[in-house]
């Protein structure tokens, strides 16, 4: 299976490689939470949301082929 | 003579400083100064029940005082300033907010800017919900509230230099009694630039004990300065002694310290691994909005640069050491400043000075936007527009327009006075704020805001009306503020249909919509633009800063059900307020207080002469490339578009061509999105609330039906 990661703004710093996105071919079966703290050793609590195609997805999220998944930092806009 | 001997008393007034009941006092302070009435006036219970406080009390108000034709210099225009029942708790981050309204001078409609300093919570402290200052003085006066003492004077005292960094330093050490006493005191003041232009601000002070400085926050927007100064007003002061957490005599204290230390402990443990707005204050912005075309370049006709780097790290020229609080007990301390800047320019040259700043939005509009990559101009200009009194956002926005006015042109030396407004010229953007706030030169036209501007470049420098309009970005008379909404329909609307102008505080919804790409239909637009809007409205009228909503979040946001809502710190809200007010209010109860005061708003632009749907048009900048440099940098974007999202082909199409499908196309969809929404708030297709929307939100005043009926 074939996803994109696309950790958004500052996120991109707490990712090893500072990467606007990440393509992971995983198999079995994985939650967002698991990739982010397993793949990457991110803390999850610096991610205000998750976006996968338009829609809100919770950490217990398992991502199909294909998607794309944003993290998103906290974003008020002032 | 000695100062107290210069002092000359005018007016003074006595009264009872009152303890607040719940967040109230029920009662403002009315002051004019044509004739130095000075008279506290009762708030009653149906005014509060609608209005609640804050913007609410102040469009109230200045509803009362002016008429349809009421221009902003008329004696009958109004300031007022209200913070709202919630503002003056300490136990919460960001609750220290005043609202300032007034008749703006570039939108002649109302307009309201909000602002930390400890005023506010002093003015409240000290017995008044509101303070009301009517008529205009014959020399400069201060207005000084002695809120320990139950004394309102109106006086002359010597003032000297009026620029803020200088006059309220000097008005601090005047009213107080000792270096422990400086904390107790908060100016109100502008400076020579809101004297000279009509982008004037108002400074709003705190002092910061541990770096013994007058720090300041700016109600920027609109030109309230402007006001201030024909009013021959140079400072609003007031003193109170002894702040503490339950002053507002709260109806259930228990509710609100409990809600306040656990938003303190997730302030603490969560802001360093998320925006870290303690160490970086709203700078943290500015490389997001670079990476995502978001950040205006040249007069908002590109979203990124490369060497927009240069201005996105600001943490090692901020001073670390105190606190940043705007008021006390805002540990999300964004109010970020440095210190020993050495200015390079204008009549201080040389001395080595504070700036509180920057913020995101001064960085994007003096910065990037006048295509100038430099943090030290950055802050020798936000140091400049801060102690004249000047909006950063206008003057950067201005600015900009100038620049591209001038490259295009519509400008030349001999019109500029000899500047030479390319962009990234510093010295001539610098020369052109010190003039602007002498009255000097081309200043004298670049301090009159776009929409002025625009009519005398046609007028006197036969500029091409139709291409000004497209690219002077202001909306109702006020300039943009600091984003790029050319893929943002939402943002655009929610730009275009901002009650007072071009300002992003209504709705900010540029991420959700081309980044997460959560709102794709018009209607989830217009839900995102009736949600977000009544929501950010709802912080005016109770006087809470809107950071510590969504810019630091708990740990568990990301699964609750609506994440961008952030739904704890909802409901930390309703605990403030309920605690505060002893109400047991729910979510749709303050969106409908705010729908309430939001459509009474709108009436109130209709009053003035600007409340309809052809009011809520834009400038083509923001909807989508005037210029063939602005399609071509963007060629493979627009020409996708083209085929995906219009169905033609580009292929052997001029980029004019081109150009004018795309913004057929999406001139059309700005329209139906227009009709979305005013389907969503209740609103004729003309953009006037029905009679209907008055009387479900219970502002059917008999006043404001009759305005309206004749409207539709
Ligand atoms: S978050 Fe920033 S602007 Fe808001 S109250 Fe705190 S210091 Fe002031």
Redesign the pocket.
Known sequence: MLITLRPIGHLKELFPANQEKYELELSGTWTIRNIVTKSFDVDPDSISGIVVEGKHRKWDYEPKSGDEILLIPPLGGG | MSEDQARKVIQTFKYEPKRLERGYSDRTLYVNLSDNTVKAKTISEETKDVFIGGRGYGLYYLWQAVTGVTKWNDPENEIIISCGPIAGITQY??T??SIVVTLSPTTGTVIDSNV?GYFGPFMKFSGWDALEVQGKAERDVVVYIDGDKGVVTIEEVPLGDLNTHVLAERLTDYYSESENDKKNISVVSTGTGADNSLMGMLNFSFYDRKRKAVRI?QAGRGGIGSVFRDKNIAAFVIKFSNVNGDLNNPADKKRINDTGIKMHKEVASMDPKQNN?RKRGTTMLTPIANDNDLLPVCNFKFGTHPDAVKITKWEDKFCHTGS????YG?T????KVVFGFELRTGPYKGQKVLVDGPEYETIGAVGSNVGVFDRDHILECNFYCDTYGIDTISFGTGAAFIMECYENGILNKDITGGLELNFGNREAVMELLHQIAGGEGFGKIAGQGIRKMKKIFVEQYGANSRFLEDIGMEAKGLEYSEYISKESLAQQAGYGMANKGAQHDEAWLIFMDTVLKQIPTFEDKAEALHFFPMFRTWFGLVGL?K??WNDVVPANNADTDEPQKVPEHVENYLNLYNGVTGKEATIDDILFESEAVYNFQRVFNLKMGVGKREHDSIPYRSVGPVTVEEYESRQERYDDQLKDLIGVDPSGKSTEEKIKVVREYREKQYEILVDTVYKRRGWTDQGIPTLDTLKRLRVDFPDVVGLVKKHL
Do not use: H, Q, S
């Open positions: 981050p960001g220290g907010k930390g926050k707005m940043d609080g705007c008021w805002c999300v301390g964004c109010a800063c950071l510590p």
